[in-house]
């Protein structure tokens, strides 16, 4: 991570200083590619991991109220819907 944020602000200052022949346009143009990329599955692992934890509070509900079968079934989906977007993701 120290990494990203070190890059991030040479980045910064390199755009300051345009006619630097130090820093390639190609790389930082496939550095910013590759943070966008990592900013957007960050941002999709976090929506995920909400919606799980709102999941398992329901869940949590159903357990207590008794409906255990209803309960389990909502488990079951919530385990494939995981499954289902890493899937997704690896075609």
């Given at each position: 991570?120290?990494?990203?944020?070190?890059?991030a602000?040479?980045?910064k200052?390199?755009?300051?200083?345009?006619?630097?022949a130090h820093?390639?346009s190609?790389?930082?143009?496939?550095f910013?590619?590759l943070?966008?990329r990592?900013?957007?599955?960050?941002h999709?692992r976090?929506?995920?991991?909400?919606?799980r934890n709102?999941e398992?509070q329901?869940?949590?509900?159903?357990m207590?109220?008794g409906?255990?079968?209803?309960?389990?079934?909502?488990?079951?989906a919530v385990?494939n819907?995981?499954?289902?977007?890493l899937?997704?993701k690896?075609?």
């Amino acid at each position: 991570m120290l990494d990203i944020i070190l890059y991030a602000l040479i980045w910064k200052l390199h755009g300051k200083s345009s006619n630097s022949a130090h820093f390639h346009s190609m790389y930082w143009n496939r550095f910013n590619e590759l943070d966008e990329r990592r900013r957007a599955l960050i941002h999709e692992r976090d929506e995920l991991n909400a919606t799980r934890n709102r999941e398992s509070q329901g869940i949590g509900t159903l357990m207590k109220a008794g409906k255990k079968d209803e309960a389990e079934s909502r488990r079951a989906a919530v385990r494939n819907s995981g499954t289902e977007s890493l899937r997704s993701k690896q075609s």
